[in-house]
């Protein structure tokens, strides 16, 4: 027996499926039995924090660069989305760079409890996909700000289903025994296996999640180099510095070697540059790739070689190794979001706020209005000076005088015979590709339209102000609203039970009861971060009916 009726599923038996998964252990030798000539030889070069302009164009200063075959290189991008363009995120991604996942607000410690970490995890995994067009699946790594970590951290990212993360630095010592034979990367079914200087470790097993080390630096004498992050010196030390390691790496054990950077401080930009760090990297990378079986790539790459370690000679190693680039999208295509706490650029998604861990996964849907109580005016209030006898300046009014509130909403316009070129006031505007306008709430004024209420906005316009008499424009006005928490129980092929909902939360509760009219629901399993979990079939020799409901918290 099984039946859905709203959100209440009724089944006779459930129990979510296990998968057996594959276990690394911590080893200074490549895996899969390899000798180290044999293994590739990693290079990976992350950068931590937000994307902006400044970094986006110091970055374009290093990754020019080409392994053997022609591909490109490419870094590892550990985003907080805090003061992140999205745009700049999808062109990096576009070019081959791994996108990984820093927390939306990096505020978070080793004091941050459970819930915490999954809603700043999973709502940057979702800011990244709803506004930079990263898929979801390829949103794999996490890494703790300020390196700070703690059990619950762990917790959270083995329910949320992540691959990997790097976030433990690796001195020599416990299982390290020289800068050439470091540990490889490692899965988490027996804990952190490394000295934790930062924080603590997972208090259960993780075999699904992998930990790849931030290996530190060492000096020709031995001695550790003083920085965990954004090693410095000079252009000739640094260089230096990042030759001796990689060699270490190279003609030792094989070890991936990591240049962990903050591009912001590292790099400087445009206006400052740190010179001497950026040609100190670009003389590493062109010596280094000249060796072979070299990869400069995300992180994401060596991970999945560690599950399927062929030799670094194989077509089929070289050909997963590649980083995948793709064209973006033109910067005409992208949506401008404008909010108090900043604006930013996105791609596919209009923002509904600026990206917080508590709305990040509202969804909204737009559609026309049926209402008829949406009305436009517009006036010329100004006509500017004989200098500029085409200009004007124009008053827009929104009228709600449909009985109800609008608590979301946009208008599109589109002008006759004269061009908007701004809006300022309670209302601001974006030019769109078909000539049209859409005119929304301003950053810092309410959305909310009461019943009977008005909004007005002022516009400058070239054109002739008398066209205003009769040409008004062509109005159109959309309205938008929650979409509704949908739920479905698909049965398919042999009985299995398909289970899936819209992502409109990181946490689910899935609850039950034996009598719908009686008595309260019991939580029997909470669901992290994903859009579908599979059953096994119900217990068809049973008659005792049992209801299921799922409830979604932000």
């Known amino acids: 027996m099984n039946c859905y009726f709203g959100t ?26 390899l000798d180290p000539e044999e293994a590739p030889q990693f290079i990976f070069v992350t950068f931590d924090d937000a994307v902006n302009p400044d970094i986006f164009e110091m970055v374009g200063q290093i990754s020019h660069h080409r392994h053997a075959d022609g591909s490109p290189v490419g870094f590892t991008f550990f985003v907080s989305t805090n003061y992140t363009d999205y745009y700049l995120v999808h062109q990096l991604h576009a070019a081959g760079h791994e996108i990984a996942v820093h927390t939306i607000t ?22 990244l996909y709803r506004y930079a067009g990263i898929p979801l699946d390829e949103i794999r790594g996490f890494r703790a700000p300020f390196l700070a970590y703690n059990a619950a951290t762990y917790e959270a990212l083995g329910a949320l289903g992540f691959d990997y993360s790097s976030s433990v630095s690796e001195p020599l010592g416990v299982h390290s025994v020289s800068p050439s034979e470091m540990i490889w990367p490692y899965t988490l079914h027996e804990g952190l296996q490394q000295t934790l200087w930062t924080g603590t470790g997972p208090s259960s097993s993780l075999p699904e999640l992998m930990e790849v080390p931030m290996w530190l630096l060492f000096e020709e004498d031995g001695t550790r180099h003083p920085e965990e992050m954004d090693p410095a010196g000079s252009r000739e030390s640094l260089l230096a510095l990042f030759k001796k390691n990689f060699l270490d790496r190279y003609e030792g054990n094989r070890v991936p070697l990591g240049i962990w950077l903050h591009a912001a401080n590292w790099l400087g930009s445009p206006s400052a540059p740190q010179q001497d760090n950026v040609d100190a990297l670009n003389e590493f990378l062109a010596w280094a790739l000249e060796k072979p079986n070299v990869w400069v790539v ?12 062929q030799p670094a000679g194989d077509a ?12 973006p999208l033109p910067e005409s295509a992208t949506i401008v979001n404008a909010f108090a706490e900043g604006s930013f650029k996105s791609v596919g998604n209009r923002a509904l706020h600026y990206p917080k861990p508590e709305n990040v996964f509202q969804r909204m849907n737009e559609h026309p209005a049926q209402i008829t109580g949406v009305e436009l005016e517009v006036e010329a209030t100004n006509v500017w000076s004989s200098s500029r006898p085409t200009g004007f300046q124009g008053e827009v009014r929104i009228r709600n005088t449909s009985g109800q509130p609008i608590e979301s909403w946009s208008v599109l316009w589109t002008p006759a015979d004269f061009e908007v070129t701004g809006m300022w006031g309670q209302a601001s505007m974006e030019a769109l590709p078909d000539g049209s306008i859409r005119i929304q709430a301003n950053s ?9 209420g008005e909004l007005v906005a002022d516009f400058g316009a070239t054109g002739d102000p008398d066209d205003l008499g009769t040409l008004k424009g062509d109005f159109s006005a959309n309205v938008t609203e929650l979409a509704p928490f949908s739920l479905s129980l698909n049965l398919e092929a042999e009985g299995e039970l398909h289970f899936r909902w819209d992502r409109n939360a990181p946490i689910y509760h899935l609850q039950r009861k034996s009598d719908l009219l009686n008595g309260s629901w019991e939580t029997v399993k909470t669901l992290y971060g994903r859009t579908e979990h599979l059953l096994p079939p119900p217990d068809q020799t049973s008659d005792k009916a049992v209801f299921y409901r799922v409830t979604s918290e932000q």
């Open 8 to 33: 209440i599923l009724c089944v006779a038996a459930f129990a979510l499926h296990g998968l057996a998964v594959e276990i690394i252990p911590v080893a200074t030798t490549p895996p899969g039995g």
């Open 106 to 127: 990096h505020t978070t410690g080793g004091e941050t409890d459970f819930l915490t970490w999954v809603r700043e995890i999973e709502g940057c995994h979702e800011a």
């Open 298 to 309: 995300g992180i994401s790459k060596g991970v999945d070689w560690m599950y399927d370690p």
């Open 316 to 327: 089929a190693t070289k050909e997963n190794l590649r980083p995948t680039t793709y064209e």
């Open 444 to 452: 810092w004024a309410s959305p909310v339209i009461p019943a009977g």
